[in-house]
């Protein structure tokens, strides 16, 4: 205990460590249309839960994969980034109203050969901006004609549900 002293251990003094501050992180919105709760609900419908789950305990990590007014609304643009991908959620914004239109799809897309696809799990909805109780699932009727593939057109739940 004598400042004057010479150390004789081995163990080495601490460090000095620096707070250092780190920039914020600026993350885009996954969508600019439906929320965690619509992504908890329609998580919900895929896994066929009766309760709706909490959005913290969403069991799958969605990746926005187009947005129209970003990469357009063509079924080229559709495609291009679509082709052969499974397990997509389709969501669109009705314009001038507050309706969200989409569907579900396990299997991949395949802009060729054109061709229905028979499934059973696919299905389209209906979310009300405001409201959540008031949506709207529509499950397959006739599961051979779920899915129409053809490059000519974009997206196409049931040959002309949606």
Known sequence: MTPDQQISSIILPSRITLQSTLP???MEL???II???HKAEIVTWIDKKTNVYDTINIPYDFKLLLRGSR???TKDSFWNLYDNKANLVIVMKVKGTDEILGGYNPLSWNKSPVSYKRCDESFIFSLKHGNIQSSILSKVQ???YAIYSYSGYGVDFGGCDL
């Open 142 to 144: 006739i599961p051979q």
């Open 24 to 26: 914020t992180r600026t």
């Open 35 to 37: 929320t965690e709760e």
């Open 71 to 73: 990469d357009s609304f």
């Open 30 to 32: 996954f969508s600019k």
